[in-house]
């Protein structure tokens, strides 16, 4: 394959990008990543009020 992509990277990369412009590529990688962001602070914020909840209880 050409660039260093294998074969099975480019009918991967084809199944998911194949109708889309690449603006619209950019756009969805670029939505991934801030959805990734936003999971990882409601994770962040799930820990810290679990946490919360525990200390209130006495259960430090």
């Given amino acids: 394959m050409h660039f260093g992509v294998t074969e099975q990277t480019y009918y991967r990369w084809r199944k998911e990008y194949g109708g ?33 909840k525990e200390a209130a209880k006495g259960n430090f």
Wanted: glycine share 4%.
């Fill in 20 to 52: 889309m412009r690449v603006e619209q590529a950019r756009s969805l990688k670029e939505l991934e990543k801030e959805n990734g962001r936003l999971k990882k602070l409601v994770a962040d914020i799930s820990l810290d009020n679990a946490i919360l």
